[in-house]
């Protein structure tokens, strides 16, 4: 994360006020993305560009007032819902077929800017936040106990599969509909509620730290059937690996469960696995990876899995952290 520090003449409108802290920080990330489907398959360059910002100011009393936005741009994926064309009969990573052939000629994401902003005050241990909100279940431990490969292939290890409240990279996310949230932490100690318009949405979530593992339990009330009840995890280390169990009740759309674990096989290389299973899976989701160290903030990431649909995605890049 880079830091730059601007006088309030450019900044702040306000008198009496000295300084505000910007930090800029985010990622680069670009490589090859395989994918296999029913439908055929498709060898594609995927990246992603993101840039945070993060700005804040604290009062005389200590308190801190701030705001997130992100500026993204990526090849991959979906963009407001909206169908990119080509070799998409699967969908999955649609695409755009510039020369009518059936193939992906390259997948195309529809806009590039800035999302929406998530606004906070914090002091000690409380936070409060409103708008693109970070969500109590999305931010819950042991929702991502990996990240797999250069691009998180299908998130299948995601129990709760996103049926909540998230903080959107890419579009207004909670902000376009009233997002508020309140997290608070004291020693070991941490919960986070949330709630928003979206199908009026209450959800919170606990966990506690001891002896190396952490345990977190959520729970949602929400006007969506397919939305996440409830959700626990738990996490820690065994032996050489660190292990994640989670498991999720998503409403009408039945329960899924997740084993995730990542090791050590060098002083600059660790693996990740993970098995996944649900309800609404057309198939057991699994999948290994491997990330290796490079220095300065660079790695070279890859790895396979099978998702929940039968598909295989393989893929191997570059990421780089600023």
């Known amino acids: 994360m880079k830091k730059v520090l601007f006088a309030t003449t450019a900044l702040v409108a306000t008198a009496g006020v000295a300084a505000a802290d910007v930090t800029f920080g985010g990622y680069g990330r670009f490589g090859i993305l395989y994918v296999d489907t029913a439908a055929g398959d498709?060898?594609?360059?995927?990246?992603?560009?993101?840039l945070q910002i993060d700005?804040?100011?604290?009062?005389?009393?200590g308190v801190t007032f701030g705001a997130r936005v992100r500026i993204q741009q990526d090849n991959d994926g979906l963009a407001n819902g909206i169908d990119a064309g080509g070799d998409i009969s699967d969908g999955v990573f649609p695409g755009v077929d510039a020369d009518n052939d059936g193939d992906r000629d390259f997948r195309g994401r529809q806009e590039t800017g800035i999302n929406g902003v998530r606004f906070f005050a914090r002091s000690g241990g409380l936070e409060v936040g409103v708008g693109n909100i970070f969500g109590a279940l999305e931010f819950m431990p042991g929702m991502y106990p990996i990240d797999l490969g250069l691009t998180g292939h299908s998130y299948d290890y995601t129990a709760y599969n996103f049926r909540g409240d998230a903080y959107d990279s890419d579009t207004n996310g909670a902000a376009g509909s009233n997002g508020v949230e309140v997290m608070y932490s004291a020693g070991d100690f941490s919960m986070h509620i949330s709630a928003s318009d979206t199908?009026?949405?209450?959800?919170?979530h606990f966990a506690y730290t001891f002896s190396g593992w952490t345990v977190a339990l959520g729970l949602q009330d929400s006007d969506s059937a397919t939305d996440?009840?409830?959700?626990?995890?738990?996490?820690g280390?065994?032996?050489?690996?660190?292990?994640?169990?989670?498991?999720?009740?998503?409403g009408t759309s039945g329960d899924h469960w997740v084993l995730a674990g990542r090791f050590d096989v060098g002083?600059?290389?660790n693996i990740e696995a993970y098995v996944a299973d649900a309800d609404y899976f057309a198939e057991t989701s699994y999948g290994v990876d491997f990330n290796h160290d490079l220095g300065g903030g660079t790695s070279l990431r890859g790895g396979i899995s099978n998702n929940n649909a039968g598909n295989t995605l393989v893929d191997l890049g570059v990421r780089f952290n600023f």
């Open 55 to 61: 700005a804040t100011a604290e009062s005389d009393a």
């Open 42 to 50: 498709s060898t594609d360059i995927t990246s992603r560009f993101r």
């Open 199 to 204: 199908s009026d949405r209450l959800a919170a």
């Open 228 to 235: 996440t009840e409830l959700a626990f995890s738990v996490g």
């Open 237 to 250: 280390s065994v032996g050489i690996a660190d292990v994640t169990l989670a498991y999720a009740d998503n």
């Open 267 to 269: 002083a600059a290389t």
